[in-house]
């Protein structure tokens, strides 16, 4: 055997001896299902790329969580009315970046909806449909204009008593984000953080191929409408399927129109294809608020992000850009 053959044959054999494989783990964090996965060279280095991304999203559940008293957004919200609080850059940044996304949906996203939560409750404990009057006062509350910021002493006061926030509609895709922005930064080739159906991707899966995520029907979760590719960029999925209470036969979904202090109406479920997670996140929720024509619109005049819509009646609207193989 000549010495070029010889050379040839150790390369082959150290390009499989090295193949990479996808490694996944799915884990509960921040209250849902994550489904973490990464390309790596060995189940060993899969597991620390995955543990790296896990206490990545457990250190900003403990920033951003409103359930946790001890976090700096309880400390905000305790703070209503009263004074201003000092806060990390990150949870500054993160309230900015929401303000911003308030004036660009013309306040459909507004992370001080939360004071609703003493009104709207959406793990089945309601039985009847709260007083009109309770819901005035509640929405009374409800305004980001009222969410004041200070850059130069990094402070976030909530003008009014009885004020509340919460990133329920930005966190998934914010950690989802992060996480991918750790790996990346620790040589991660590619990987998704799918933060239960909020997702982002980046590089390849380990066979060279893109990955690729469906989009399902809500009431039929085993067809799915449409494949797509994902390459480096987020695909959010929201959904008033699961979390949702039912009076007169009205569906009321887990997202508040923040005008109004009711759930919005109208919409099963919003996809949402964009570069960024966050920005899919709490773009998803804003159409629900604006409804179908109104949300079509919006996505139409961004540019880079598309969508896909169902309404209730489980008819199928999509962006311009968007084609979709088989609807239904
Ligand atoms: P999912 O939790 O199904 O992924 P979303 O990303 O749309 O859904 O987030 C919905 C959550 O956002 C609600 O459970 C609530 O915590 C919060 N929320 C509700 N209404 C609004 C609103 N108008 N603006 C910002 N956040 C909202
Ligand atoms: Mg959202």
């Known amino acids: 055997m000549s010495k070029t053959l010889l050379i040839v044959c ?9 193949s990479q494989q996808n490694f996944k783990k799915t884990l509960k964090l921040m209250g849902s299902r994550f489904d973490i996965t990464v390309v790596a060279n060995s189940e060993n280095q899969g597991n620390q790329y995955i543990d790296l991304a896990v206490s990545e999203i457990a250190r900003i559940e403990k920033v951003i969580s409103s359930w946790d008293p001890n976090s700096q957004t309880s400390e905000i919200n305790r703070n209503a009315g009263i004074k201003p609080v000092k806060v990390s ?7 900015e970046r929401s ?5 660009l949906t013309n306040g459909a996203f507004d992370i001080s909806y939360a004071s ?4 709207w409750k959406f793990d089945g404990s309601m ?3 709260p007083s009109e009057e309770n819901i005035k006062e509640s929405v009374s509350k409800v305004g980001y204009k009222n969410i004041i910021l200070n850059k130069e002493n990094q402070t976030v006061f909530l003008k009014l008593k009885g004020m509340k926030i919460g990133f329920g509609a930005i ?4 950690a989802a ?3 991918k922005a750790l790996l990346l930064n620790n040589g991660v080739k590619a990987g998704i953080i799918n933060a239960s159906g909020d997702l982002s991707a980046w590089g390849k899966q380990a066979d060279g191929k893109n990955w690729m995520v469906a989009i399902t029907n809500p009431l039929n979760k085993a067809k799915a409408f449409s494949w797509f590719p994902i390459d480096n960029a987020a695909v959010v999925t929201s959904g008033n399927y699961e979390k949702y209470v039912q009076f007169n036969g009205v569906r009321y979904s887990h997202i508040i129109d923040p005008r109004t202090g009711y759930p919005s109406t109208g919409i099963i479920s919003v996809s949402i294809f964009t570069k960024n997670a966050e920005l899919a996140d ?6 629900f608020v604006m409804g179908v024509k109104t949300g079509l619109d919006f996505i139409n005049q961004l540019k880079g992000v598309e969508c896909i819509i169902v309404d209730e009646a489980n008819k199928v609207h999509s962006s311009k850009n968007i084609k979709l193989e088989n609807s239904n």
């Open 10 to 18: 150790f390369l082959m054999f150290s390009v499989v001896g090295f």
């Open 99 to 103: 303000l911003a996304i308030s004036k």
């Open 282 to 287: 709490a773009i998803s929720t804003s159409i």
């Open 171 to 174: 966190g998934k895709g914010y």
């Open 89 to 95: 850059e990150e949870l500054f940044n993160l309230i």
């Open 127 to 129: 039985k009847i449909m």
């Open 116 to 119: 609703m939560d003493r009104i």
């Open 177 to 179: 984000d992060k996480a």
